[in-house]
C-alpha cells in the first residue's frame, strides 16, 4: 500500500506549508532589474490589456505575459510574449512630423 498523499488541512507535514512559487512564475535578470515573469494561459485573462512594448491591445483569452520588477509589484505589466521577448532590443520611440528628414 503506499503511503497517502493527500493530507487533511489540519494535519500536513511542514515541508508541504512552505511557499511556493507556482510553475509558470520565473525571474529575470535585465539591464534595468531583476523581473519577475509569470505566463498567463488565454483562459487566465478576462479583460483586454494594453502592452507597454507596442502599446496594441492584448485581446481577452490571449496567451501573454505579466512581469514586475521584484521589489514593485504595483507595476505589474502584461506583455505579448514577443514583445517581452524583444524589450531589451527596442530602440527610443522618435515621434517625426510629416516633412521631417529620417536621418
Known sequence: MSPRKNYPKNKRPQSAERESTPSNETTEEHPDGIYIVRKLTGSASNKPYRCPGCDQIIPMATPHIVAWLDYDEEGRRHW????????????????????????
Open 80 to 103: 505579448h510574449s514577443a514583445c517581452w521577448a524583444k524589450k531589451n532590443n527596442r530602440g527610443p520611440r522618435t515621434e517625426r512630423t510629416r516633412n521631417a528628414p529620417r536621418y
